[in-house]
Protein backbone atom coordinates (compact mmCIF):
# COMPACT_ATOMS: atom_id res chain seq x y z
CA UNK A 1 0.00 0.00 0.00
CA UNK A 2 1.31 3.76 -0.20
CA UNK A 3 0.80 3.81 3.48
CA UNK A 4 3.95 2.15 3.68
CA UNK A 5 6.13 5.02 1.57
CA UNK A 6 7.47 7.31 3.42
CA UNK A 7 7.61 9.85 0.93
CA UNK A 8 4.77 10.66 -1.72
CA UNK A 9 5.76 8.57 -5.51
CA UNK A 10 7.43 10.54 -8.05
CA UNK A 11 8.52 8.93 -11.78
CA UNK A 12 11.89 9.42 -14.33
CA UNK A 13 11.89 9.02 -17.56
CA UNK A 14 14.56 9.95 -20.60
CA UNK A 15 13.49 10.23 -23.71
CA UNK A 16 16.47 9.09 -25.52
CA UNK A 17 16.20 11.00 -28.76
CA UNK A 18 19.31 11.17 -31.43
CA UNK A 19 20.85 13.77 -32.70
CA UNK A 20 19.48 12.82 -36.18
CA UNK A 21 16.09 12.46 -34.73
CA UNK A 22 16.15 16.06 -34.30
CA UNK A 23 17.59 16.66 -37.69
CA UNK A 24 14.78 14.81 -39.19
CA UNK A 25 11.75 16.73 -37.59
CA UNK A 26 13.61 19.88 -38.31
CA UNK A 27 14.18 19.38 -41.84
CA UNK A 28 18.23 19.11 -41.57
CA UNK A 29 19.71 17.33 -44.57
CA UNK A 30 22.19 14.63 -43.46
CA UNK A 31 19.68 12.84 -40.79
CA UNK A 32 19.65 9.87 -43.37
CA UNK A 33 23.01 9.07 -42.14
CA UNK A 34 21.54 8.54 -38.65
CA UNK A 35 24.51 10.42 -36.77
CA UNK A 36 24.17 9.76 -33.10
CA UNK A 37 25.70 11.15 -29.60
CA UNK A 38 24.82 7.73 -27.70
CA UNK A 39 28.28 7.10 -27.10
CA UNK A 40 29.00 10.27 -25.42
CA UNK A 41 25.45 10.90 -23.71
CA UNK A 42 24.84 7.97 -22.30
CA UNK A 43 27.32 7.52 -20.04
CA UNK A 44 26.83 10.42 -18.81
CA UNK A 45 23.52 9.87 -18.07
CA UNK A 46 24.45 6.84 -16.34
CA UNK A 47 27.15 8.44 -14.41
CA UNK A 48 24.46 11.16 -13.00
CA UNK A 49 21.52 8.38 -12.06
CA UNK A 50 23.82 6.34 -10.44
CA UNK A 51 25.44 9.00 -8.33
CA UNK A 52 21.59 9.68 -6.80
CA UNK A 53 20.50 5.73 -6.79
CA UNK A 54 18.01 5.92 -9.40
CA UNK A 55 16.55 3.51 -11.93
CA UNK A 56 14.28 5.23 -14.04
CA UNK A 57 12.63 4.50 -17.85
CA UNK A 58 14.88 4.83 -21.02
CA UNK A 59 12.46 5.39 -23.91
CA UNK A 60 14.14 4.41 -26.59
CA UNK A 61 14.11 4.83 -30.58
CA UNK A 62 14.17 1.79 -32.58
CA UNK A 63 16.18 2.77 -35.60
CA UNK A 64 19.13 3.55 -32.79
CA UNK A 65 18.47 0.22 -31.76
CA UNK A 66 18.89 -1.02 -34.93
CA UNK A 67 22.59 0.56 -35.73
CA UNK A 68 25.27 -1.77 -34.34
CA UNK A 69 27.31 1.42 -33.53
CA UNK A 70 24.75 2.14 -30.95
CA UNK A 71 24.74 -1.02 -28.77
CA UNK A 72 26.80 -0.49 -26.70
CA UNK A 73 25.27 2.45 -25.54
CA UNK A 74 22.15 1.06 -25.27
CA UNK A 75 23.33 -2.56 -23.54
CA UNK A 76 24.75 -0.66 -20.84
CA UNK A 77 21.54 1.29 -20.12
CA UNK A 78 19.94 -1.93 -19.57
CA UNK A 79 22.67 -3.64 -17.62
CA UNK A 80 22.80 -0.80 -15.14
CA UNK A 81 18.84 -1.94 -14.26
CA UNK A 82 17.25 0.51 -16.10
CA UNK A 83 13.37 -0.45 -17.48
CA UNK A 84 13.34 0.09 -21.50
CA UNK A 85 10.45 1.69 -23.28
CA UNK A 86 9.58 1.82 -26.50
CA UNK A 87 10.30 5.45 -28.66
CA UNK A 88 8.34 4.44 -31.88
CA UNK A 89 10.56 2.75 -34.74
CA UNK A 90 11.29 6.15 -37.14
CA UNK A 91 10.21 9.27 -34.57
CA UNK A 92 8.39 10.59 -36.34
CA UNK A 93 6.06 12.80 -34.68
CA UNK A 94 2.90 12.35 -36.66
CA UNK A 95 2.05 8.79 -35.52
CA UNK A 96 -1.26 10.06 -34.58
CA UNK A 97 -1.82 10.60 -38.46
CA UNK A 98 -1.25 6.73 -38.73
CA UNK A 99 -3.86 3.87 -39.66
CA UNK A 100 -3.90 1.03 -37.09
CA UNK A 101 -2.68 -0.73 -39.08
CA UNK A 102 0.78 1.16 -39.65
CA UNK A 103 1.35 1.90 -36.52
CA UNK A 104 1.19 -1.58 -35.11
CA UNK A 105 3.89 -2.55 -38.11
CA UNK A 106 5.93 0.45 -36.01
CA UNK A 107 5.65 -0.71 -32.88
CA UNK A 108 6.01 -4.19 -33.52
CA UNK A 109 9.84 -2.82 -35.62
CA UNK A 110 10.97 -1.04 -32.78
CA UNK A 111 10.01 -3.70 -30.22
CA UNK A 112 12.04 -6.22 -32.15
CA UNK A 113 14.87 -4.01 -32.29
CA UNK A 114 14.74 -2.90 -29.19
CA UNK A 115 14.66 -6.03 -27.47
CA UNK A 116 17.69 -7.63 -29.95
CA UNK A 117 19.52 -4.73 -28.62
CA UNK A 118 18.71 -4.71 -25.09
CA UNK A 119 17.32 -7.78 -23.57
CA UNK A 120 13.95 -6.08 -22.44
CA UNK A 121 10.65 -6.58 -24.64
CA UNK A 122 9.14 -3.02 -23.48
CA UNK A 123 5.71 -2.82 -21.90
CA UNK A 124 5.84 0.96 -22.11
CA UNK A 125 5.51 3.61 -25.16
CA UNK A 126 5.79 7.30 -25.30
CA UNK A 127 4.86 8.63 -29.15
CA UNK A 128 7.59 10.97 -30.19
CA UNK A 129 6.32 14.36 -30.22
CA UNK A 130 3.57 13.76 -27.54
CA UNK A 131 1.47 12.48 -30.44
CA UNK A 132 -1.65 10.11 -29.59
CA UNK A 133 -4.39 8.71 -30.86
CA UNK A 134 -7.35 6.30 -30.20
CA UNK A 135 -6.12 3.45 -32.49
CA UNK A 136 -2.25 3.83 -30.95
CA UNK A 137 -3.63 3.48 -27.22
CA UNK A 138 -6.14 0.21 -28.90
CA UNK A 139 -3.32 -0.97 -30.89
CA UNK A 140 -0.88 -1.18 -27.05
CA UNK A 141 -3.40 -2.47 -25.26
CA UNK A 142 -3.59 -5.28 -27.50
CA UNK A 143 0.15 -5.89 -27.81
CA UNK A 144 -0.11 -6.51 -23.74
CA UNK A 145 1.08 -2.68 -22.90
CA UNK A 146 0.66 -2.13 -19.33
CA UNK A 147 0.98 1.99 -19.88
CA UNK A 148 1.21 4.84 -22.37
CA UNK A 149 2.81 8.30 -21.75
CA UNK A 150 2.22 10.42 -24.85
CA UNK A 151 0.51 13.15 -23.27
CA UNK A 152 1.61 16.19 -22.26
CA UNK A 153 -1.48 18.46 -21.06
CA UNK A 154 -0.41 21.84 -21.72
CA UNK A 155 -1.77 25.13 -23.75
CA UNK A 156 1.39 25.90 -24.81
CA UNK A 157 2.25 23.36 -26.75
CA UNK A 158 1.18 26.11 -30.38
CA UNK A 159 3.97 27.95 -28.53
CA UNK A 160 6.69 25.48 -28.85
CA UNK A 161 5.82 24.50 -32.04
CA UNK A 162 5.97 27.78 -33.33
CA UNK A 163 9.60 28.62 -32.05
CA UNK A 164 10.46 25.19 -33.26
CA UNK A 165 9.17 26.32 -36.75
CA UNK A 166 10.77 29.26 -36.96
CA UNK A 167 14.38 28.06 -37.87
CA UNK A 168 12.80 24.95 -39.37
CA UNK A 169 13.58 24.23 -43.42
CA UNK A 170 10.55 22.74 -44.40
CA UNK A 171 8.11 22.72 -47.38
CA UNK A 172 4.76 22.73 -47.00
CA UNK A 173 3.69 19.08 -46.79
CA UNK A 174 6.54 18.65 -43.99
CA UNK A 175 4.94 21.57 -42.08
CA UNK A 176 1.38 19.70 -42.71
CA UNK A 177 2.72 16.88 -40.85
CA UNK A 178 4.40 18.30 -38.46
CA UNK A 179 1.11 20.58 -37.48
CA UNK A 180 0.46 18.70 -34.16
CA UNK A 181 3.61 19.33 -33.25
CA UNK A 182 3.87 19.48 -29.32
CA UNK A 183 0.07 19.39 -29.34
CA UNK A 184 -2.87 21.41 -29.41
CA UNK A 185 -4.18 24.38 -27.31
CA UNK A 186 -6.99 21.87 -26.28
CA UNK A 187 -4.30 19.50 -24.79
CA UNK A 188 -4.23 22.09 -21.51
CA UNK A 189 -7.63 20.36 -20.58
CA UNK A 190 -6.23 16.84 -20.99
CA UNK A 191 -6.11 15.11 -17.46
CA UNK A 192 -2.49 15.95 -15.38
CA UNK A 193 -2.24 12.76 -13.56
CA UNK A 194 -2.90 8.83 -14.43
CA UNK A 195 -5.60 7.58 -15.70
CA UNK A 196 -7.38 3.99 -17.00
CA UNK A 197 -8.16 3.88 -20.79
CA UNK A 198 -10.97 1.27 -21.13
CA UNK A 199 -11.86 -0.46 -24.46
CA UNK A 200 -14.93 -1.31 -24.98
CA UNK A 201 -16.05 -3.76 -27.43
CA UNK A 202 -12.62 -4.93 -27.27
CA UNK A 203 -12.05 -8.96 -26.60
CA UNK A 204 -11.74 -9.53 -22.73
CA UNK A 205 -11.21 -6.12 -20.61
CA UNK A 206 -8.88 -4.35 -22.59
CA UNK A 207 -7.39 -1.29 -20.95
CA UNK A 208 -4.10 0.72 -20.73
CA UNK A 209 -2.56 2.92 -18.02
CA UNK A 210 -1.56 6.64 -19.45
CA UNK A 211 0.99 8.89 -17.27
CA UNK A 212 1.19 11.91 -18.82
CA UNK A 213 3.88 14.66 -18.68
CA UNK A 214 3.15 16.38 -15.66
CA UNK A 215 2.67 20.61 -15.99
CA UNK A 216 2.01 22.61 -13.16
CA UNK A 217 -1.36 22.31 -11.61
CA UNK A 218 -3.88 24.43 -12.27
CA UNK A 219 -1.34 27.00 -14.71
CA UNK A 220 -0.52 23.85 -17.34
CA UNK A 221 2.97 24.93 -17.74
CA UNK A 222 5.62 22.53 -18.24
CA UNK A 223 8.16 22.01 -15.95
CA UNK A 224 10.43 19.42 -16.59
CA UNK A 225 14.07 19.37 -17.00
CA UNK A 226 14.58 21.00 -20.34
CA UNK A 227 11.80 23.81 -20.01
CA UNK A 228 13.83 24.49 -17.09
CA UNK A 229 16.56 24.67 -19.30
CA UNK A 230 15.05 27.14 -21.43
CA UNK A 231 14.18 29.31 -18.38
CA UNK A 232 17.59 29.00 -17.24
CA UNK A 233 18.97 30.83 -19.92
CA UNK A 234 17.02 33.35 -19.79
CA UNK A 235 17.17 33.43 -15.83
CA UNK A 236 19.40 31.00 -13.70
CA UNK A 237 18.15 32.38 -10.46
CA UNK A 238 14.32 31.72 -11.10
CA UNK A 239 14.72 28.16 -12.44
CA UNK A 240 14.87 26.48 -9.22
CA UNK A 241 12.11 28.66 -7.62
CA UNK A 242 9.96 27.63 -10.58
CA UNK A 243 10.51 23.75 -9.95
CA UNK A 244 9.42 24.08 -6.61
CA UNK A 245 6.88 26.16 -6.83
CA UNK A 246 5.53 23.50 -9.21
CA UNK A 247 6.61 20.80 -6.95
CA UNK A 248 4.18 22.24 -3.81
CA UNK A 249 1.45 22.79 -6.41
CA UNK A 250 2.00 19.03 -6.65
CA UNK A 251 1.97 18.64 -3.11
CA UNK A 252 -1.49 20.68 -2.79
CA UNK A 253 -3.19 18.77 -5.49
CA UNK A 254 -2.11 15.19 -4.64
CA UNK A 255 -0.43 14.86 -7.94
CA UNK A 256 2.24 12.74 -8.60
CA UNK A 257 4.72 14.18 -11.19
CA UNK A 258 5.84 12.43 -13.52
CA UNK A 259 8.50 13.98 -15.41
CA UNK A 260 11.05 13.40 -18.35
CA UNK A 261 14.97 13.86 -19.27
CA UNK A 262 16.46 14.28 -22.82
CA UNK A 263 19.90 13.89 -23.82
CA UNK A 264 20.43 17.85 -24.62
CA UNK A 265 19.74 18.05 -20.75
CA UNK A 266 23.35 16.70 -20.81
CA UNK A 267 24.53 17.89 -23.66
CA UNK A 268 26.11 21.41 -23.59
CA UNK A 269 26.64 24.26 -26.68
CA UNK A 270 30.68 22.74 -27.06
CA UNK A 271 28.70 19.43 -27.53
CA UNK A 272 26.14 19.16 -30.13
CA UNK A 273 26.94 21.14 -33.25
CA UNK A 274 24.24 21.88 -35.45
CA UNK A 275 21.66 21.76 -32.89
CA UNK A 276 21.96 25.39 -31.35
CA UNK A 277 18.16 26.05 -33.14
CA UNK A 278 17.01 23.94 -30.00
CA UNK A 279 15.99 25.99 -26.88
CA UNK A 280 18.16 26.45 -23.89
CA UNK A 281 21.40 25.05 -26.72
CA UNK A 282 23.57 28.48 -25.57
CA UNK A 283 24.09 27.09 -21.90
CA UNK A 284 27.52 25.66 -21.41
CA UNK A 285 27.17 21.45 -20.29
CA UNK A 286 28.61 22.54 -16.60
CA UNK A 287 25.87 24.81 -16.23
CA UNK A 288 23.39 22.65 -17.70
CA UNK A 289 24.63 19.89 -15.11
CA UNK A 290 24.07 22.54 -12.07
CA UNK A 291 20.30 22.99 -13.27
CA UNK A 292 19.51 19.49 -13.80
CA UNK A 293 21.65 18.28 -10.23
CA UNK A 294 19.91 20.90 -8.37
CA UNK A 295 16.17 19.93 -10.05
CA UNK A 296 16.30 16.28 -9.37
CA UNK A 297 18.03 16.29 -6.24
CA UNK A 298 15.06 18.62 -5.20
CA UNK A 299 12.41 16.23 -6.58
CA UNK A 300 14.01 13.28 -5.12
CA UNK A 301 14.39 14.74 -1.26
CA UNK A 302 10.74 15.44 -1.75
CA UNK A 303 9.31 12.16 -3.76
CA UNK A 304 9.98 8.43 -3.97
CA UNK A 305 11.45 8.29 -7.68
CA UNK A 306 10.26 5.44 -9.83
CA UNK A 307 10.19 3.93 -13.09
CA UNK A 308 7.31 4.57 -15.16
CA UNK A 309 6.48 0.69 -15.22
CA UNK A 310 6.22 0.78 -11.26
CA UNK A 311 4.25 4.09 -11.41
CA UNK A 312 1.21 2.50 -13.35
CA UNK A 313 1.84 -0.39 -11.40
CA UNK A 314 0.89 1.72 -7.80
CA UNK A 315 -1.41 3.45 -9.91
CA UNK A 316 -3.57 0.46 -11.20
CA UNK A 317 -3.29 -1.15 -7.58
CA UNK A 318 -4.28 2.13 -5.44
CA UNK A 319 -7.25 3.25 -8.33
CA UNK A 320 -8.41 -0.79 -8.04
CA UNK A 321 -8.22 -0.34 -4.30
CA UNK A 322 -10.12 2.93 -4.01
CA UNK A 323 -13.10 1.24 -5.69
CA UNK A 324 -16.04 -0.42 -3.01
CA UNK A 325 -16.25 -3.89 -2.77
CA UNK A 326 -19.18 -5.18 -4.52
CA UNK A 327 -21.57 -6.48 -1.65
CA UNK A 328 -22.78 -10.01 -1.73
CA UNK A 329 -26.25 -11.34 -0.85
CA UNK A 330 -25.89 -14.12 2.09
CA UNK A 331 -29.25 -15.92 0.69
ZN1 LIG B 1 11.45 11.86 -28.85
Known amino acids: MSASRSKPIASLSVDLDNQWSYMKTHGDPGWETFPS ?42 AAGHEIGNHSFHHNPWLHLYTEHDFEAEIKQAEQAIEMATGQRPVGFR ?70 VVFDGEPGAASITEIPVTTMPMLRIPFHVSYLLYLAS ?20 GTQPSLL ?38 LRRQHEILELRQHALEFQRTAISTIAQPEFGSG
Do not use: W
Open 37 to 78: YLDMVVPRILRFLEDLDLKITFFIVGQDAALPKNREALAAIA
Open 127 to 196: GPGYSLSDATLRVLSRRGYLYDASTLPTFIGPLARAYYFRTARLNADERLQRKALFGKFSDGFRPNRPFQ
Open 234 to 253: ISPRLTLSYFKFALALCRLT
Open 261 to 298: LHPLDFLGSEDAEGLSFFPGMALTTEKKAAVVSQAIGT
